[in-house]
């Protein structure tokens, strides 16, 4: 099945840095989301993109719709400790015939040190 | 605080017992979805309702049974579960099922099974 690179994994960053992370698909998407989730909690919803070229940030925050519709990325600027967390980004397949269905990249673990 | 509301919060159970997970939201959201999700993994899709009616399975195991008594309330009933059914059950929904919309998560009901 459709399936997402998220990248990097893991990151190891000072408070105060610049975050970048990505995911990339082998298909076209009509979606992208980006989702952060803490310790005991569900994933909270960070932007969510619905055209190619789309820039949008919220505070800190900025993503963009690659303009091949197959990845998006995620940067975090000036980053803090309560920036810690596990980030997904997620989206929908163009192709895709099972409405509703999300595919989720694996996944990028932050943690930032003060 | 999330818009979407899982009970209870923990559930341990016996491979023998019956319980069921809750799932509500009042925000008039037509779509429902339940997520399974192991330690730092991506949730995997479930279950997907679209006004009141299931639409998709992700084939499911029959030990889990989801029922969606009206457009605000989903349940998750649970019987005869193994140790790996031991997970983080979250609960989402969106305006529609179509994809587009995106999908707000609970925070989930942390599941362990004896």
């Known amino acids: 099945g459709q399936q997402l690179n998220q990248s990097p994994q893991s990151m190891f960053i000072q408070e105060g840095e610049d975050v970048s992370m990505n995911c990339t698909s082998s298909s076209i998407f009509n979606t992208w989301l980006w989702y952060k989730q803490d ?3 569900g994933p909270v919803l960070l932007i969510a993109l619905y055209k190619a070229g789309e820039l949008t940030s919220n505070g800190r925050l900025t993503a963009q719709f690659g303009t091949t519709r ?3 990325f995620l940067n975090i600027s000036a980053s803090i400790p309560s920036d810690v967390g596990i ?9 895709g015939t099972s409405y509703g269905k999300l595919t989720f990249g694996q996944g990028t673990i932050l943690t930032v040190h003060p | 605080d999330t818009e979407v509301t899982q009970t209870p919060k923990h559930l341990v159970m016996g491979m023998t017992n019956k319980k069921s997970l809750k ?5 008039g959201h037509r779509a429902m979805y339940w997520y399974k999700q192991k330690a730092k ?14 639409s998709i399975n992700e084939s499911v195991p029959s030990r889990f049974s989801p029922e969606c008594p009206n457009s605000s309330l989903l349940n998750l009933h649970l019987h005869a579960l193994q140790p790996e059914d031991s997970a983080l059950y979250l609960c989402a929904s969106s305006q529609e099922a179509t994809g587009f919309e995106p999908q707000h998560f609970g925070d989930g009901t942390r599941l362990s099974i004896l």
């Open chain 1, 87 to 95: 980030y997904f980004c997620a989206g929908r397949d163009a192709g």
């Open chain 1, 70 to 72: 197959k990845d998006s």
């Open chain 2, 41 to 54: 993994k991506p949730p995997e899709l479930m279950f997907v309702y679209s006004y009141e009616k299931l």
């Open chain 1, 39 to 41: 310790p005991g909690e």
């Open chain 2, 23 to 27: 799932c509500e939201q009042h925000m």
